[in-house]
């Protein structure tokens, strides 16, 4: 199982020199990915927020291992037309180190209905249907240039569990990222669906979010292939660094 760090570009981590600063420690010491979140407002106590692309461009420009990406955007709403040539120019970027996390997003932050965005969780799950079959057109050849990464870029979809839909858009691209699960069990039904719905040779990554201290073996036997590592919603720079220099073991 990989291991990655996951952070939210929130208070002090809202500076991307830091998040840069970060990213280039844990691959220094072993870690697999860096990830931030993708948020336009959140709710309390955040209030100063990094966008994501930007301070991805930084953590690109200061690593050259470590795979990078938002976990996760909200298809429902960007331009996907923009959101192509910003995921492929980060993907050149970063020779190829990009992973494209994509869900709904949520309500609960208050950064869909100020600025006129859909609410509707039936209507956003359309507009990320045909959002993602508009990227793919988009990197295989309607724009370029087209995406260090072949075939592309890899797409993992998020979701809340048990809902039943997030799983089956997610079987149709590279990878899976349940949040909510209360437990490996859980996890491990996900995994059992996902093998009698896909090839056996066909890669597909299974993500789980756990705390720094969680022991993730019983989510690696469950059938997880990569753990990120959640440190909540106003992590400090030394939190995170702390972290880090522990390793990924």
């Known amino acids: 199982m990989k291991r990655a760090i996951d952070v939210p570009p929130f208070g002090e981590l809202a500076d991307p020199r830091v998040l840069a600063e970060l990213a280039a420690a844990a691959e220094e010491r072993g ?3 860096f990830f931030v979140w993708d948020h336009i407002l959140h709710r309390s106590p955040a209030k100063a927020i990094a966008d994501p692309w930007i301070a991805l ?6 690593t050259n291992t470590v795979r990078i990406g938002p976990m996760v955007t ?4 960007r331009r996907v037309q923009k959101l192509a040539r910003e995921t492929v120019t980060l993907d050149v970027l970063s020779r190829g180190r990009l992973t494209l996390g994509v869900g709904l997003g949520s309500t609960r932050n208050g950064e869909f209905e100020p ?5 509707d969780p039936r209507e956003r799950a359309q507009l990320l249907d045909k959002g993602l079959a508009d990227l793919t057109r988009y ?6 240039p ?7 870029i890899p797409i993992w979809v998020g979701g809340e ?3 039943r839909r997030p799983l089956e858009r997610a079987l149709r ?8 699960l209360p437990g490996p069990d859980a996890l491990a039904e996900v995994t059992a669906k996902i093998r009698q719905a896909r090839p056996a040779d066909l890669p597909f990554d299974v993500i789980v979010d756990l705390p720094p201290d969680e022991d993730t073996g019983p989510w690696e036997r469950a059938g997880a292939t990569w753990s990120v590592t959640d440190f909540g919603l106003q992590p400090s720079r030394a939190e995170v660094l702390a972290v880090i220099n522990n390793g990924p073991s």
Do not use: I, K, N
């Open 115 to 119: 600025f006129g965005e859909v609410t």
């Open 74 to 77: 909200p298809l429902s709403r």
């Open 31 to 33: 870690w697999d990915g």
């Open 161 to 163: 569990w048990p809902y």
């Open 173 to 180: 691209w590279d990878g899976y990222f349940p949040t909510g």
């Open 57 to 62: 461009a930084a953590v690109a420009c200061a």
């Open 139 to 144: 990197w295989s050849g309607d724009f370029e």
């Open 146 to 152: 087209a995406p260090v990464q072949r075939p592309r």
